[in-house]
């Protein structure tokens, strides 16, 4: 076999699909966001890092601010994937259940969990213009959840206490999971679990 062949190692090279292709990066970016600040992280060693030209990436992605955007948004769908509400049950019944999906997409994904939150404090204003659509998302998601459950639809859904509530909720379970993650809480997951549940229920109840 020739290197022509594009063989490494006596084993055939598969083409990545596009699709493959911008996942694997996604992933390497998670993982550099994660570890550094936006400003210290460098195109270039996502492209390193992922065996690909610079042109291939600015292919897929044109300026950095695209890149961290895609990482965010994907992470974003992902949460809102996991912890989309199952109609006609109500709140205290899939609480528990949507926060252990939650929980366990964050240690698994821990990486594109962190580099999600590490937008906030990036100075790119478009970035951050992205970070607070995805959280907004989330909010939006678990306010109709509630405004579709008997023991919480009496709360009107835009009613500035309850918006505030759910916010303050979303900001305190970040810094849970975040802790959680870091080995800093000394908490197992069905302990985040419960002490997050307990914290929106006692925010949301009338």
Not at 30 to 59: C, K, M, N, T
Not at 167 to 196: M, S
């Amino acid at each position: 076999m020739t290197g022509k062949q594009g063989e490494r190692g006596g084993r055939p090279r598969r083409r990545l699909s596009t699709e493959e292709r911008r996942e694997q990066l996604l992933s390497v970016g998670a993982r550099l966001f994660s570890e550094s600040p936006y400003d210290e992280v460098w195109i270039e060693q996502v492209a390193e890092i992922a065996g690909v030209s610079r042109g291939l990436l600015y292919h897929y992605f044109p300026t950095k601010r695209d890149f961290f955007s895609a990482v965010v948004e994907r992470e974003s769908a992902r949460m809102l994937r996991l912890t989309a509400a199952v109609p006609g049950v109500p709140v205290r019944e899939q609480l528990g259940a949507g926060l252990d999906a939650f929980l366990e997409y964050a240690e698994a994904h821990a990486h594109g969990f962190r580099a999600f939150h590490r937008a906030e404090a990036a100075g790119d204003q478009a970035v951050r213009k992205v970070y607070r659509q995805a959280l907004a998302a989330q909010e939006r998601q678990i306010l109709a959840a509630l405004a579709a459950d008997p023991d919480f639809g009496r709360l009107p859904a835009d009613r500035p206490e309850l918006r505030i509530a759910v916010r303050g909720w979303l900001a305190f379970t970040t810094a849970v999971c975040l802790e959680w993650l870091r080995g800093g809480a000394e908490l197992n997951r069905e302990q985040v679990r419960d002490l997050c549940a307990r914290a929106l229920l006692g925010a949301v109840t009338p």
